[in-house]
């Protein structure tokens, strides 16, 4: 049987893992990062590149500033070469119930209170600010004109990968079935028998973490869940700014750099072959009477990937009582990809073993044996 020996090992090579990597290669350590299928094999791979700083918690609009302020400088922050552009087009949150525009009327103060530049819009205001958005109904939005997404967004996990491959990171595609305490250090077992003896280890496995983590005797509490999303053939006029959110329509929908529309069921949930027809239905009714320019929309091509879901919609960072060397990062919810460089850093530094830190005391798996769960509201 092959042992091999490492420092560090991360589990999964999607956008989490590699910043992770990514920030202990600058910091001079060359961990080896366990991927199954490769680069952006997981939810990754399907994400669709939102980035905002609207969020219901300090601790997440400081997060969001941060990697926003990493994601603006990101070409040269990995020095790539990959078409890396960021559509700053902002997000607007619609509000359609005097109780939803209250709870977005307090996550507004929560985030100018962090610097986050996002206001609150009267119907007219959404009107004048959403390309042809229909006011019936509508009680107000939440606007923040720094949010938006990346056009290309599996180039930017991509570019994560070539800057940690260029500082020092290892790939190594092998499926990890257990990992085992074992002395100061960690034992993984590997598909083909094979076992990789580390000192620390830092498990980034996306939906599969918690089926890693119970290996290990943790009961994570992270779920996986389908979602759905349609998209339209190129659109020459540019016939949707900015980006649209709809809670309690449960819509989503955005216009992209090549014209193509973007649009979800944020309720949609079962079996894509049952009920993706459904799910096209209210998205096209939705459309129709929030933003009627997408009325002749033909949404053509639709795609599924996987959220990990905790119950507070917050990820589990950190370490785990009792259980040295081992780091979680895992349970994004949905927003993985736009905290990603924040995550990363701090992972990295515990690693390292640094201070104590904000992020990885709230988001500790230790909460959910606390009951101290502070859930976040503004989710997609
Ligand atoms: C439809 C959809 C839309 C989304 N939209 C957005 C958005 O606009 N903005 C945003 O910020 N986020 C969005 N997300 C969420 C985002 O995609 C995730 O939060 C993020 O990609 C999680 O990254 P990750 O690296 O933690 O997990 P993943 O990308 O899932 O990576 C985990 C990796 O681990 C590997 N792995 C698993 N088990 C093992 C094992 N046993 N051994 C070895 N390797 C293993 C997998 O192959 C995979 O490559 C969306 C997600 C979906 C599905």
Request: hydrophobic share 45%.
């Amino acid at each position: 049987m092959t042992v091999r020996h490492s420092d560090v090992v991360v589990i999964g090579a999607g956008i989490t893992g590699l910043s992770v990597a990514l920030h202990l290669a600058e910091a001079g350590i060359k961990p080896l990062v366990l991927e199954r299928e490769g680069v952006a094999a997981g939810a990754s791979g399907v994400q669709p590149g939102g980035v905002r700083q609207q969020w219901s918690t300090p601790l997440n609009c400081r997060l969001a500033r941060e990697s926003a302020a990493f994601f603006a400088d990101l070409p040269s922050r990995l020095d790539s070469t990959l078409p890396l552009g960021f559509s700053q087009c902002g997000y607007a949150f619609l509000a359609h119930s005097e109780e939803r525009l209250a709870q977005l009327a307090d996550a507004v103060l929560i985030q100018n209170a962090a610097g986050v530049p996002s206001t609150l819009l009267s119907p007219d205001e959404a009107a004048a600010t959403v390309t042809g958005l229909a006011t019936d109904g509508l009680a107000g939005a939440s606007w923040c004109g720094e949010d938006g997404y990346f056009d290309r967004p599996q180039s930017v996990v991509e570019a994560f990968a070539q800057a940690a491959w260029a500082r020092g990171a290892e790939l190594q595609v092998a499926d990890v079935v257990s990992i085992s305490p074992d002395g100061d250090g960690w034992t993984l077992t590997l598909r083909d028998g094979s076992s990789i003896v580390t000192e620390r280890v830092v498990l980034a496995a996306g939906c599969d973490t918690a089926a890693l983590a119970a290996t290990a005797g943790i009961d994570l509490p992270i779920e996986r869940e389908a979602r759905h999303l349609f998209y339209s053939e190129p659109i020459a006029d540019r016939i949707l700014e900015p980006l649209v959110v709809a809670p309690e329509r449960h819509f989503a929908a955005k216009q992209l750099a090549d014209g193509r529309i973007l649009a979800s069921d944020l309720a949609a949930t079962g079996d894509p072959d049952a009920g993706r027809a459904e799910w096209l239905g209210h998205v096209r009714r939705v459309a129709t009477d929030l933003l009627p320019r997408l009325t002749y929309v033909s949404f053509s091509i639709s795609v599924t990937g996987f959220y990990d879901v905790t119950p507070d919609n917050q990820p589990v960072l950190g370490s785990v009582d009792g259980l040295p060397g081992l780091y979680l990062a895992a349970g994004f919810s949905g927003h993985g990809f736009m905290l990603a460089p924040a995550v990363g850093r701090r992972i990295a530094e515990a690693v390292l073993g640094g201070v104590a830190d904000d992020a990885l005391e709230e988001f500790s798996y230790a909460r959910f044996a606390r009951g101290a769960l502070q859930r976040e509201l503004v989710t997609v």
